[in-house]
């Protein structure tokens, strides 16, 4: 049997099996006094993290408002069909009391990389706390002190953070994570977690949400398949942030024009932010029609042709706020590493990949080679990591003194199997299965502005080719900031607003009856203000 259907097998078996989960996360979804009375069970032989913590929680928003809820740490078992233990996966829910005769919704917030843990959503993003992280520059020795987040989801979903298998304090019981490191074995395991979570805590029928950052986003179609096809669970809703949609687009060699394309309305954003205007789908409307028309037009006819080269030069260097000469040197085929050095060469700095708004020091600033770490990814790394530390010790009770904690495991992103077919990884066609199967289903994409990771025009050129049947039901978000952007307060507040929206609506369809006719007259694809 292959190794990924073997695997699949495993992960439903997940899903079924008896092994019990510690009582306080099975009682999660109706807060009470915790139980004393005598330990909670541990489940199958084997498990390494310790029993799961609830605790009772409080915090007071900048706004005024008071959220009291409940919040677990612990982990889920994965078990094979004999109920031997093959791997623990690590997660934080939070949950507050529902309206009496409502259930309310719960979302899974899954990160990428891959190798990346939940911390990014959870004290990032979404959850209750944040670590202030905003600025032009991110010191690894900052504070790690959190504070009550006013762009938390809580309000209007429960929360369950989960950690992919080698993340966060997620292990193969083996000790060997690799089985799991795929694209396929990935989802199939991660929708069977999401099942089991919701098995055991009774919420089969609450309304569910999906949320997935950068490789999550990835994830996220190919999770909500499975979970329809396969398992039987139907989401309402996926927030799909700062997404890989298709690495054909986004991985490419030089000699491609694609990737050139589709950078330059980033570079440009950013040039707009170096100016002192904050970039809107409007500004950079002029952007996006060059670099899609005359722009690629000019890079298929190759770089010995000394007209394209000038007419690109002419108009990139001062759409990205470059150098003339620097442009016209790399034939208007700017590699995100260059522009990365020259933005602000002048001062020695070098500008983040994720966020063009963000830089730190050129260690070498006269080599003639660049080399130099992230100046937001990399810096993140230890206050990130110390905070979730501080966070699940102190604060969640769930401490794990033997353990590595895995915030961004290179283990697991070196590790990763791609598959062996002819064609990138996608998944827009599984993302147009989705949405065909349920008339209901609604998703947002969102974008920062100046990401060159993962740059918001790729995916706006990719939604676009969604069939009629997603009318209105499938909208783009791009917000000031980069892959990151809910570091900015302003596009925090911005994001959460669309994404209650989206709660809003995909509820009241629920809400609704039958599912009407697809393809009814709407917007098909709207960028956000």
Do not use: C
Not at 145 to 172: E, K, M, Q
Request: no cysteine; net charge neutral.
């Amino acid at each position: 049997m292959p190794l990924s259907k073997r695997l699949a097998q495993a992960a439903l078996a997940l899903t079924l099996a008896a092994a019990p989960l510690p009582l306080r996360a099975q009682d999660a979804h109706h807060p009470g006094p915790p139980a004393e009375s005598k330990p909670a069970p541990r489940g199958p032989e084997g498990r390494r993290l310790p029993p799961d913590s609830t605790t009772r929680q409080s915090i007071k928003l900048p706004d005024g408002r008071t959220l009291d809820f409940t919040a677990t740490a612990g982990s889920l078992p994965l078990v094979d069909e004999a109920g031997k233990l093959q791997a623990e996966i690590a997660y934080v829910a939070y949950t507050m009391a529902p309206e009496a005769g409502r259930e309310r919704p719960v979302t899974f917030a899954v990160n990428g990389g891959p190798g990346a843990s939940s911390a990014y959503l959870n004290i990032g993003a979404i959850g209750p706390w944040r670590l202030p992280t905003g600025g032009t520059s991110i010191s690894p020795s900052q504070s790690v002190a959190l504070t009550p987040n006013d762009g938390t989801w809580l309000d209007f979903t429960d929360l369950v953070f989960i950690d992919p298998v080698g993340t966060g304090y997620s292990r193969a019981s083996d000790g060997n994570g690799k089985t799991y490191w795929s694209i396929d074995s990935d989802a199939s395991t991660l929708a069977a977690v999401i099942a089991r979570y919701l098995r055991v805590n009774d919420r089969m029928a609450s309304p569910k949400f999906y949320v997935g950052e950068s490789y999550g986003g990835f994830r996220g179609p190919l999770i909500t398949e499975k979970l329809q096809e396969g398992i039987g669970i139907g989401l309402s809703g996926m927030v799909l942030l700062s997404p890989v949609l298709d690495f054909g687009w986004l991985e490419t060699p030089r000699a491609n024009p694609w990737g050139y394309v589709l950078k330059l309305p980033s570079l440009a954003a950013g040039a707009l932010e170096r100016a002192g205007t904050i970039p809107t789908p409007a500004l950079l409307g002029e952007a996006e029609a060059y670099a899609a028309g005359p722009y690629l037009a000019d890079l298929l006819k190759g770089p010995g042709d000394t007209a394209a080269v000038a007419r690109m030069t002419e108009k990139v260097a001062p759409l990205t706020g470059l150098d003339p000469a620097i442009v016209r040197a790399q034939a208007a085929r700017l590699s995100t590493r260059s522009v990365q050095r020259e933005i602000d060469r002048t001062e020695g700095r070098v500008t983040s990949a994720y966020d063009t708004g963000i830089t730190g020091w050129d260690p070498n600033p006269d080599a003639a080679q660049a080399n130099f770490e992230d100046p937001q990814l990399t810096a993140l790394q230890a206050p990130l990591t110390s905070a979730m530390l501080d966070l699940y010790a102190r604060t969640l009770k769930w401490p794990v003194p033997n353990m590595r904690y895995e915030l961004l495991s290179n283990a697991v992103n070196r590790g990763w199997s791609w598959g062996s077919g002819r064609q990138a990884p996608e998944v827009l066609s599984n993302l147009k299965g989705v949405l065909a199967l349920d008339g209901r289903l609604r998703v947002l994409v969102a974008h920062g502005f100046t990401d060159l990771v993962t740059p918001y025009y790729a995916s706006k050129l990719l939604l676009a080719q969604v069939p009629a049947y997603g009318a209105g039901r499938v909208s783009l978000a791009v917000y000031p900031g980069g892959h990151m952007f809910y570091s900015r307060s302003d596009s925090r507040a911005a994001f959460r607003r669309d994404v209650r929206n989206l709660y809003r609506d995909a509820l009241k369809d629920r809400d609704a009856g039958p599912a009407p006719p697809a393809g009814a007259p709407a917007e098909r694809l709207q960028d956000a203000p």
